[in-house]
């Protein structure tokens, strides 16, 4: 009932830069913090950024300074800009969403980025 649809993953170059985007819709009122979280080849999924109802941000070390999230309330929905990308990035990248309690999940959208 609750659905997210991420887009902007491609394939880039060392240095490049994408946008990632997700859009909740369904039968909900309500979103109190979404994210994006990444799980590279062979690797554990991580959490990148969150971004809660209040303002707040958090963004892991390895893309500190690279990657900025914001949101659009209205829109429900949450934007991932990344820049100077490098190898160690690529992954499939998950949006997720807090609603009313309950953790939601995306798709996923491959992001590559090349030598």
């Known amino acids: 009932q609750v659905q997210l649809v991420e887009s902007g993953g491609g394939l880039v170059q060392t240095g490049g830069s994408l946008r990632l985007s997700c859009a909740a819709s369904?039968?909900?009122?309500?979103?109190?913090?979404m994210g994006w979280y990444r799980q590279p080849p062979g690797k554990q999924r991580e959490l990148v950024a969150r971004?809660?109802?209040?303002?707040?941000?958090y963004y892991a070390d390895s893309v500190k300074g690279r990657f900025t999230i914001s949101g659009d309330n209205a829109k429900r929905t949450v934007y991932l800009q990344m820049n100077s990308l490098k190898p160690e990035d690529t992954a499939v990248y998950y949006c997720?969403?807090?609603?009313?309690?309950?953790?939601?999940w995306g798709q996923g959208t491959q992001v590559t980025v090349s030598s």
């Open positions: 997720a969403a807090v609603i009313r309690g309950v953790l939601n």
């Open positions: 369904g039968s909900i009122f309500r979103i109190n913090d």
């Open positions: 971004i809660i109802s209040a303002g707040g941000t």
